[in-house]
């Protein structure tokens, strides 16, 4: 069976459905071809995110839950920073995929559920589509297109046949519990570090509304090889209050998920005829593992592009450069920060933890949200510096402390 688009996207993800809406709503006959039964299910997300860039991207405010507190626990200290006007948030992760994906459809996007993308289709040696298998055929399925966008997440299909993605040294691993949780505080969220919750990662408890909670642990492959599921039940004994607070919870889902970590902007997210986008490109942030907004915000440069290519129709690697570019501007400086604070933090021992906590405790609710957010501009750096030069220094000197022993070498 053969059948002919403009543009095929590879998976039914945020960075998917935003770049099949975009190339939809330009008139191009564009596919999404999503594995799975249903968009956003399994959830692979906890869903921490900033409201200021969620509405710069255009989601509505009811796909996320405002938080007014943010707190850090180590295993000796703790630090609580307040929001009256929410920064921070988290959002209902199934729900938003699924809102993408209905107006990915309203554009005029095809989408193709339960159909397994197998490989890419070439002719005389050029991408010319993908070959996928979806149990309406016993013979694999041919789908052909002008352009093919790889957003299969950490999968990254074919980026990687195609030689443009060459796999991922380190990557993030997270179990997670979906809580109904009756007594908990859905105000606050909680970061907690150490190697008692989360050794080389960190452990999370964030509030979605309605008395569902995600609690979830992430380690980082290869500075260690625990496995986060054995962690979960740590987290609810991390302080006096939150054993409180959990104490009537009990879970109603389970997930787990792989997260890649790759050093911003090494490496090429085009060629002839293909992009890739979101975590089959590595672009979300290493810092704290956080990928949505990175992958709607690169969507919306990518589907841009991909609509200027076929009006000079042109497919060629020179062209869809332009995508890259874009994202360089926009994306490159602020990862690459948050790629070398990442690469310190994940070999943190607990004395470098407790070191550092009377340091973090003494930022204001704004610079602790920037830092977390990723957003090192020059104002960030020159609050910090001219409210408390002290810290700079304290920082330097903690970035500097000797890593805890790990199990395996880091890549
Ligand atoms: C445990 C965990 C916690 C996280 N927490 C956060 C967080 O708090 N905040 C945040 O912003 N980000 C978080 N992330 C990261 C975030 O989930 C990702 O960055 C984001 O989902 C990337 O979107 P995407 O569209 O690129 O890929 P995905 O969301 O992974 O979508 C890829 C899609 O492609 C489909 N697919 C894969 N292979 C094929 C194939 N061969 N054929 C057809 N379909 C295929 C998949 O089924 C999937 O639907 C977390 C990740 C993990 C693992």
């Given at each position: ?11 039914a993800g945020p960075?998917g459905l935003v770049?099949a809406e ?16 249903a968009i956003g299910v ?5 869903g ?6 969620l509405?710069?991207l255009g989601i509505p405010d009811d796909y996320y ?26 959002l209902d992760v199934r729900r938003l995929y699924q809102y993408l994906g209905e107006k990915a459809i309203a554009a005029?996007a095809?989408i ?180 949505i907004?990175?992958?709607i ?115």
């Amino acid at each position: 069976m053969n059948q002919i688009y403009d543009v095929i996207v590879v998976g039914a993800g945020p960075a998917g459905l935003v770049t099949a809406e975009i190339t939809a709503r330009a008139g191009l006959k564009t596919v999404v071809l999503e594995k799975n039964e249903a968009i956003g299910v399994p959830v692979r997300s906890s869903g921490g995110s900033w409201i200021g860039d969620l509405q710069k991207l255009g989601i509505p405010d009811d796909y996320y839950h405002p938080l007014h507190r943010l707190r850090l626990v180590t295993g000796k200290h703790q630090a609580s920073f307040d929001y009256p006007k929410p920064a921070a948030c988290v959002l209902d992760v199934r729900r938003l995929y699924q809102y993408l994906g209905e107006k990915a459809i309203a554009a005029g996007a095809d989408i193709r559920l339960k159909t397994h993308v197998d490989r890419p289709y070439l002719q005389e040696g050029s991408l010319a589509g993908v070959e996928g298998s979806s149990g309406r055929s016993t013979s694999p399925e041919v789908y052909r297109s002008s352009l093919v966008v790889d957003s299969s997440g950490y999968a990254g299909l074919i980026g990687k046949r195609q030689g443009i993605n060459p796999g991922y040294k380190a990557f993030g691993y997270g179990a997670e519990y979906d809580l109904y949780a009756p007594d908990y505080d859905e105000s606050e969220a909680y970061l907690l570090m150490g190697s008692v919750t989360a050794p080389n990662g960190y452990g999370w408890i964030f509030p979605y509304g309605n008395h569902r909670v995600r609690l979830g642990v992430g380690v980082i492959r290869p500075f260690n090889d625990v496995d986060p599921r054995d962690y979960l039940e740590q987290q609810y004994q991390a302080t006096p209050e939150l054993s409180r607070m959990l104490k009537r919870s009990s879970p109603v889902e389970f997930h787990t998920g792989l997260f890649p970590i790759y050093p911003p902007g090494g490496r090429k997210f085009v060629s002839d005829r293909l992009l890739i986008v979101g975590d089959a490109a590595g672009q979300g942030s290493s810092l704290v593992g956080e990928g949505i907004r990175y992958a709607i915000g690169s969507a919306q440069l990518a589907g841009k592009v991909v609509t200027g290519a076929f009006q000079s129709q042109d497919w060629s690697e020179a062209y869809l450069m332009h995508y890259q570019r874009l994202w360089r501007a926009k994306y490159y400086k602020d990862l690459v920060i948050a790629y070398w604070i990442y690469q310190r933090i994940a070999r943190f021992s607990d004395r470098a933890w407790d070191a550092l906590m009377p340091v973090l405790s003494r930022l204001t609710p704004d610079q602790m949200a920037g830092g977390l957010k990723g957003d090192f501009n020059a104002g960030w750096f020159s609050s910090i510096l001219f409210r408390n030069p002290r810290i700079a220094l304290d920082v330097a000197a903690h970035s500097r402390i000797k890593p805890a022993p790990s199990r395996t070498t880091p890549g």
